[in-house]
Structure formats: C-alpha cells, structure tokens
C-alpha cells in the first residue's frame, strides 16, 4: 500500500506533551487512521489507540469518572481516540480527562465537525488545538513523484481527485468505482446519521445542483424551488454538508454595496474525484464540457490545502460587481488583497477588470494557468 507523509504530522507531533486535546478533523477515508497510527508508532512514550466505534469502548468512556479513566489510560502519556464524534457528550469527556492528567495529550479524530465541534468544542475551549485532514495535496504526492510525472497526472487529478486509496489502483474503471462507494458507503451515510434528516433524495439532488452549477454564484431560492423545499432549508443542508468537509462556501468580497455583489456565494468540493462521482461523469479531460469548473474546482482545494498545511492565515473570497466583472478568487492576508483568474485554457491575454483595479489599487492580479500552476500550490 503506498503511504505518503503528511504535511500536517509534524504540526501535530509539535504539540504533544502540552496537555492538550489535538482535534484531527476531516472525511472518513482521508487517512486519518493512516496518520494517528503513524504517529504513535514514532512516539517514544507509552500510547494507546482506542477506536471508539467499538461498543465495548463506548461502554467504558460512558463512566465518567476520574478513577475510571485513570485505569483505563494507566502509564500511557498519549490518548488516541478514532471517530471521537460518535461518543455522547465527547467535549466533557476529553475535558475531565486532560484537567485530571496533566501529563495526559489525548489526540481525536472525527469526521464531523458538526458533531465533533458541537460536541467538543465549549468545553474544550482552551484546551485544544484543531486540525484539518485533506485529501492529498499535490505538494504532498510531489515527494513522491518528479516533474514530468506531476504534469503527465494531472488530468487524472483533474477527473478521480486525491484521496489517498485512489493511488492504489491502476485503472480508471477501479477508480470510478471506488469514488462512487466512497460517496455511497461513507459521506452520504455520515450527512443522513443526523437526527432531523429525512430528505435524503433531496440532499443527493442538492449535491447535484451544485455539482453541476461548480464555480458558478448559486442562489437558494432557485436551488429551493427545484427541490421543493424552503430557502432556509437548502442552506441548513448546505451548512451540513460543509460541516461533513464535502463542499466549502466561497463567499463575495466587497467594501462597496451599491457597486459590488456583497451577498453573493459560490460553493465548491473538496476533491474533484468527489464532485465527478456525486454526478457519475468519470470522463476524461478531452471528452467533457466542464473542465473550466473542474480546474477551478482543483486549484482552490489545492491553494487551500497548502496555506493551511503552512499555517498561513487566509481569507478566501470571490468578487464580482454589477456589470458582471469577476475575479475568480480573492485572497485576503494581513489587509493585503490578491486576486487570481483561473483559466485551463490561455488562448488569449487576460486582463484585469478595469472596475477590480479601480477600487483596489493596490491588489495584485494574477492568471493561474497550466503553465504556472504548480508554483502557486507547491
């Protein structure tokens, strides 16, 4: 099986021994067992991994007490707890844990942050340091490959994504299948595990809607109706799904209302190979009409993907005004504002919106290509 270091394990192994909760977050399948697992192997104390969907282990952590904890952690000084999201009451828990041990760094996984937040998070406050595990990022899979072979993938990464088992098959046909049970098997099954949930065709469609509608300002009045369910609705589902890690809002940016789209959101996922299986179109580069969307798509994951994993602080926006100019993306860092166009295709010579450079005088504006795309995500 090929194993690829993560970027975010050292951030992460930093951070122990400071008697904190290390929350992990991100989909089921991204490897975050892959990750736990590798670090305990190189911690040089006494650890112990518990993966908290077995009942036996929901049965003991169901004991709060200080005394029931200290047994079951004995000498270990590093707590790994898998899926923490499943456990009832999981933020109070880890609390009592790490106040009543001081020697204690407990590590905790799950794939939700709607449930390992909301669970997590108040009584944490404080307490823990958070962590988002992505799909693999190309500056991740580029230590293991050069140049030439980084360029000669693209187009499969543009189409099956990153996730880490993608890797492990050798036809597109295996690919396919594995993203279509991923979606199947694992995050449809974690969105409708809520309580609440009873629409699940219409979460499905609304993955679809906005799949299809990829790069593009989306509106839920629009999405509501052809669902036939509320405008609130179509966004407390969308909040959902985000809080699952499949998409990510990418809101308007603007200081002048009355000339600048200031409400506005476009909605995007987080790995490509995900996206193709929500609409079953696993076709290549050269037979689709949406490779604009897709390139889009793959360039904000990846640029996310890298400041994140550089623990560099970004706001991420798009902007748009009233006569329909557009930049893609905005970068907001500092008080520094930096827009990029994205563009598979360089027929032509772009320019920047005359309006975007009016207002913003002092913003940069660059077009990300095929020929400079890989020095704006490595």
Known sequence: MRIFKRKIERQIEDKIGKNKVLLIMGTRRVGKTVLIQEIKSKFNGE?????????????ILKNRTVANYKKLIGKATLLILDEAQVIDE???????????????????TGSSSFDLLNKAGDPLTGRQYQFHLYPLAQLEIGEDENYAETVQHL?????FGSYPEVFQFSTYQEKSVYLQQLVQSYLL??????????????????????????????????????LGMSKNTVENYLDLLSRVFIIHRLPAYSTNPRKEISK????????????????????????????????ENYLLA????????????????????????????????????????????TDKKTKV????????????????SKSNYLDWIL
Request: no cysteine; net charge negative; aromatic share 14%.
């Open 155 to 159: 187009d499969e990464r543009l189409i």
């Open 189 to 226: 099954k974690d969105i409708l595990a809520y309580d609440g949930i009873r629409n699940s065709d219409k979460i499905i469609r609304l993955l679809r809607l906005i799949a299809f509608q990829t790069g593009r300002e989306v509106s839920y009045t629009e999405l509501g109706t052809q």
């Open 90 to 108: 999981i933020g109070a828990i880890l609390k009592l844990m790490i106040d009543s041990m001081p020697g204690l760094t407990i590590i905790a």
């Open 264 to 295: 506005g959101s476009k909605w995007y996922f987080y790995d490509n190979g995900i996206r193709n299986a929500i609409i079953n179109d696993f076709r290549l580069p050269a037979l689709r009409n949406d490779m604009g969307s897709l390139w």
């Open 353 to 368: 919106p005359p309006a975007f450079s009016a207002f913003y005088k002092d913003a940069s504006y660059t077009v990300i």
């Open 302 to 345: 990846e640029r996310i993907k890298k400041n994140a994993y550089q623990e560099k602080n970004v706001q991420y926006y798009f902007w748009r005004n009233y006569n329909q100019q557009e930049v893609d993306l905005i970068e907001l860092t500092n008080g520094e504002i930096n827009g990029f166009e994205f563009k598979f295709t």
């Open 47 to 59: 650890s112990l991994l518990l993966n908290t969907e077995d009942f036996d282990v929901q049965e």
